[in-house]
């Protein structure tokens, strides 16, 4: 595997390489999926269908295209998302008979059902190879906590270390998580006595999400994108990919991209530099602790 500081290859190091990788990348998003339904007013799987036949024939093109080969691993990771999340989905969202079993179910019915879904786009990402790499190079450990970080906006441009970042970003975070959905979500007289019983499930349900978003929108991409396009486009790469995929999530629209973004930037940052997943996984789960808390109080 590249390293962070390998010279990216011809074919994508140069301005043409990026503009092209950035092409793929947004039209493998969610991106061409909420224009379409924006823009329509409805909801179908054909644009989904669509998108992931592009990119699997793109996936299948790359070995035998020189110009291709490089953006093979690129091409395979939004292949991955494109079928286990907007084709699954946008399957599911279209029959009649799953908006009307979810909602006539407790959530935590429904939340354990969507997350066994959720493994789909993991298993892809490992059955296309991407995703079959070493825990190192894929920085499925614990250690690295108390790496330096570089000085950005982030860190206010001050030289720290993420025993002190992560902490800080983890409270901060849950902070606007808690506040987005109290304005989005607020609860009822009787929502805690609705919330204890599920206590237990939302936090499991909290992991399996930190883990499979986690392992599909930073521990994959970012075992490749930094030794193809440096370090700062593979960031903002994932951090986009990231954030379109929560237009329709909790809090909805461009608020909730913007947030997610930013909160994908972050913990993108962290696995570069720590070379960990602790710090993203810790405020990552705090987030969906919080999100998944609140649905469930709101869930009838």
Do not use: C
Request: aromatic share 10%; hydrophobic share 55%; no cysteine.
């Amino acid at each position: 595997m590249a390293t962070l500081t390998a010279t990216p290859p011809a074919s994508t190091g140069t301005r043409r390489g990026r503009v092209l990788a950035w092409t793929l990348i947004l039209s493998g998003s969610a991106l061409p999926l909420i224009l379409w339904r924006e823009w329509t007013g409805g909801e179908t799987f054909w644009p989904a269908l669509v998108q992931v036949l592009v990119l699997g024939a793109g996936t299948l093109a790359a070995p035998r295209v020189p110009r291709l080969r490089p953006l093979a691993p690129v091409l395979a990771w939004m292949l991955a998302i494109a079928a286990g999340w907007h084709l699954v989905f946008a399957v599911l969202h279209g029959l009649p008979a799953w908006d009307a079993w979810q909602h006539s179910v407790p959530w935590v019915a429904r939340g354990t059902v969507v997350q066994a879904l959720v493994f789909i786009p993991t298993l892809l990402l490992i059955g296309l190879g991407v995703g079959r790499r070493s825990r190192s190079d894929l920085r499925l450990t614990w250690h690295g906590g108390a790496a330096p970080a570089a000085p950005d906006l982030i860190s206010l441009g001050r030289r720290t270390r993420w025993s002190v970042l992560g902490p800080v970003w983890a409270v901060l975070i849950s902070i606007g998580t808690l506040t987005a959905m109290l304005i989005a979500l607020p609860p009822g007289p009787d929502a805690l006595a609705t919330l204890l019983p599920a206590l237990p499930m939302v936090m499991i349900l909290a992991a399996t999400n930190t883990f499979n978003e986690e392992f599909q929108f930073r521990n994959v991409p970012l075992a490749f994108l930094p030794g193809l396009y440096s370090r700062m486009p593979a960031l903002l790469m994932t951090a986009a990919v990231f954030g379109l995929e929560h237009f329709y999530g909790n809090p909805p629209g461009a608020s909730g991209v913007v947030l997610a973004a930013f909160l994908g930037y972050v913990m993108a940052k962290s696995v570069v530099e720590t070379n960990s997943s602790r710090w993203v996984w810790l405020i990552h789960w705090l987030q969906d602790v919080i999100i998944f808390s609140f649905l469930a109080m709101s869930w009838n």
